[in-house]
């Protein structure tokens, strides 16, 4: 069976976008190496080329705990970048110019390059072109680190501004793990566990934009319990969290550990009609707020890189 997607030709850089029509089978995908399996002896992991994209994440039993792109959402864990969230009108301005951007950018979208590829760890790296530049008008290299130690997967995103002018843009994780990580069991069994307590008040969207208006939080004595009901008025988003890391879990099988450096939002999903995945996604960034339509390097949350600068994010997950 042949797939029909959107793709760009194979750059100078070594990537493409999805932007140009073509046909791919999936044994040509195949024989281009787009997979690349990490193994210790806690945690495998499996990366794709295309959007530099966790698609697995096993126990040392073999049990898988990624979400698989089932219909209800067809992704495993993408990266978000150049945006968190949507832009008002589905817009990027910059010096007067609209650049047409959809939710949580293009780099999702692309296949990136790799850079390094080990049994234990590997590097993939995207760099702006002339189909990124038709969305986004900066100079940029995005590298992505995956190692894997023990019972843990390290993730490294390392951003620099390659240009000569003020490089505004945001960067997150989407994982989508399985709800429930234990085949069977209730997935109101499952909790969100915080290390601090978070009394702050949640935010959420409209229409994919920031609503003004905040809500109180369901964080009591640093537990989230979960249920689907918690995302019927979409993702629940904590803009000023006070943890830095969380313990996804039941009162038995598998329990996920996240922690974050870099990373200031929280965003925590799902679909509520009885979608089998729970996203956990520490944030740099977040969508617009719903009144803002203003200059891309003014928009509220964004990072702003001088010429020549790096900053680099790091997430962990563990399987306990």
Request: overall charge negative; charged content about 25%.
């Amino acid at each position: 069976m042949l797939f029909i997607w959107l793709r760009l030709k194979e750059s100078r850089a070594g990537h493409a976008s999805r932007y140009e029509l073509a046909t791919t089978s999936p044994e040509q995908k195949t024989s281009r190496n787009m997979k690349h399996t990490l193994q210790s002896d806690g945690i495998s992991a499996t990366i794709n080329a295309d959007g530099a994209e966790l698609c697995s994440l096993k126990n040392s039993e073999g049990l898988e705990l990624l979400w698989q792109a089932g219909p209800a959402w067809p992704r495993h864990a993408p990266i978000l970048f150049p945006i968190v969230g949507r832009l008002k009108n589905d817009q990027l301005r910059d010096r007067g110019k609209a650049f047409p951007m959809t939710q949580h950018g293009f780099a999702r979208d692309h296949e990136f390059t790799w850079n390094e590829r080990g049994a234990k760890s590997c590097t993939l790296v995207l760099t702006d072109d002339s189909a990124t530049r038709l969305h986004f008008p900066y100079a940029f290299r995005l590298a992505v680190s995956y190692e894997v130690e023990d019972a843990h997967l390290d993730i490294g995103f390392e951003i620099t501004n390659t240009g000569d002018v003020t490089l505004p843009a945001s960067l997150g994780g989407h994982p989508a793990f399985n709800w429930p990580l234990l085949p069977g069991l209730a997935k109101e069994a499952y909790s969100i566990h915080f290390c601090c307590e978070e009394p702050e008040p949640i935010r959420r969207l409209k229409d994919g934009l920031l609503r003004e208006k905040v809500e109180p939080t369901p964080v009591q004595d640093k537990i989230l319990a979960l249920s689907e009901q918690l995302f019927w008025d979409d993702a629940i988003i904590l803009d000023r969290p006070a943890s830095r890391s969380i313990r996804y879990a039941a009162d038995r099988g598998p329990a996920i550990d996240m922690e974050w450096e870099g990373f200031q939002e929280l965003g925590i999903w799902s679909k509520p009609q009885g979608a089998a995945f729970l996203c956990i996604e520490p944030w740099r960034g977040f969508a617009s707020p719903a009144d803002f339509d203003g200059e891309f390097l003014d928009k509220p949350g964004i990072m702003k890189l001088a010429p020549a600068e790096t900053k680099i994010l790091k997430c962990r997950i563990g399987i306990g």
